[in-house]
């Protein structure tokens, strides 16, 4: 053996791989609400391939595929509640590269649905209390406690407790994730007594309510979000959400970070959702995939006319009001219009009499149906549009830019921070984007984006550009690490 093999190991190789634990009520591939699942179920594989000891915990829901599971770990889950304790039991899933659990408790998660249920607060608080307790059963505690959400904000408040109360959670740290400041899990503070958090009244009072985001953004170490200009725009009273006063006093401890892609989901080289296959270097399949794009949706097949898409929920967020307003220049530029959504009715009413006025040009699917039409929808498509008024990161525009779909964003957000405009001087950008929060501005930059979708070799290098990006969940993954390690001790 030689010298050097023989030669002591420095104290960063003896040290004990960080160990981090994620908890969210929705992650890909259990349950899936919006982008919130893409992050919860990402991150954890994404740490683990870069040596963290990750795991997440989320809760059993009853539509999840039981398939997906693999044994029951705990039968016995002690959870102190309301003065009595009940038992749950806990699943484990293989499903991701890090292990899983899952909380079963059918009173409060099997209902058909994740949400909207007026004892929302009831059943995430039960939940945060399960998972805490579920850590003390683990071979070892978490040196993070990584929340997620409104949902996961009585997890941070537990946690807080119970290290200055247990010695074996004392030198877990907190951080808690904001993906979108205006769900704030509002519900009766008269409620916290028996939730057996009156003792921090203080910390979840806003406007005259109990706020479960606002008690966890308090009660954490370290707060992130998911791009740096959000983290900026959350500190300012339009974008705040009346939190903008907390986000500014906790400012030297909010971090910006943007989401990443899974590579391994979203990837048009070996998509099986998609009609053929292509990359960077052959973009040749695309055009079958547009071809197919448009036999889904009932539309002439007709490749050249640019598809204009768009995927998200129906909400003013997102900027369906704008949209409403150009329906009639849309689709003077010539292109078609693919939607893809589901949410309020006034929008859906929109969409419904956009596509019986002009049935061959516009294409809709009221809804959310899965994961493969998504995909369709990327990879056929030319132009991806996101208006919205706000948006926290966006996913959808990088997994445009992944499939050689070009965004056409407002300049808010983690749209601003992922989409560079494209400069035809220099063939710099991987797409178009707008900044005032206005009709006009978001048809010009359309036409923009149309003119160089026919100049063909000018096309090629955006959707190329776009591709090529490096929006991969391992340099995220990087980042955190990096942010989980500079969270000062509890102690």
Known sequence: MSNTDQSPK??????????????????????KVGGLADVSGALPKALHAEGVDSFLILPLYDQIDRSLLSETFIEDLEVPWRGRQPRASVWKSDALKAPTYLIDAPHYFSRGKIYADNDDFERFAFFCRAAVALLKRLENPPDVLHCNDWPCGFAAVEMRARRRQEEYFANTKILFSIHNIAYQGFF?????????????????????????????????DAVSTVSPRYAREIQTSEQGYGLDWLMRARSDRLAGITNGVDYDVWNPETDPHIAANFSADDLTGKRECKLDLLRRFGLPEEPERPIIAIISRLVGQKGYDLIRQAASGILDTGAFFIALGAGAKEYEDFLQSWHDAAPHRVGIYKGFAGEPLAHQIEAGADLFLMPSLYEPCGLNQMYSMRYGTVPVVRATGGLDDTIQQFDNATNEGNGFKFGPYAVLPMLEKIREGLYFYKQREAWKTIQRNGMTTDNSWSAAAKKYIQLYEEIPSPN
């Open 188 to 220: 009766n503070p008269t409620d916290l007594w028996w939730l057996d958090l009156s003792a921090y009244t203080d910390d979840f009072m806003l406007k005259g309510a109990a706020s479960a985001l606002k008690a966890g953004i308090i009660a954490s």
């Open 10 to 31: 420095t104290e960063d190789q003896n040290r004990a791989p960080l160990r981090v634990a994620i908890i969210s009520p929705e992650a890909v591939p259990f349950a």
